[in-house]
């Protein structure tokens, strides 16, 4: 009977304290919000990327193509069958305005060994929560991964889709905008 009661008490203080912890959370001040840090995301973002080997570059480098910024991570296969396919795009169609940018929500460390057992045509870069919310501002409401968002020359986002998108999906979106 102790035990039992002891059980309600520990699930009833474990309930209180989460309910606390999200109502403190939920009407804290957002200085993001009023900076337009989480409004969501229409353009290419003027944005800073640093590459596996720890070179910075900026998006204005590619203001003038068809950008597709990929959101992965080495642990997650459909990353991996997705990066493939867009590898083979940016073979196809880079030297007529595409170019895919790999953003990788996982571990330095992870993400270098993973980029050498599995290369692709195209640059890779560091991520964390930063770029996570990154991809939220674009449509990613749950953050899942893959996540993958294509700009036009015009730097207007033409589409963005979470999970794996197909091959010929992606040609349909990307095609018309080269």
Known sequence: MITRVLQILLIGSLLAGVWFASHII?????????????????????????????????????????????????????????????SELQDEWGDTGLQVLGIAIDKVDEAKTFSVSHPVSYPLFRGGMTEAKLSKRMGNRLLELPFTAAFGRDGQLIFA????????SLRKHVEPLL
């Open 26 to 86: 939920n009407s804290a001040p957002h200085h993001a919000d009023r900076s337009g840090a989480s409004s969501p995301i229409t353009h290419l973002p003027s944005y800073r990327l640093v590459n596996l080997a720890g070179k910075a570059h900026h998006t204005s480098q590619w203001s003038d193509k068809v950008v597709i910024l990929n959101f992965w991570a080495s642990w997650c296969p459909p990353c991996q069958t997705e990066m493939l396919a867009l």
């Open 161 to 168: 889709q979470a999970g794996a998108i197909p091959s010929a």
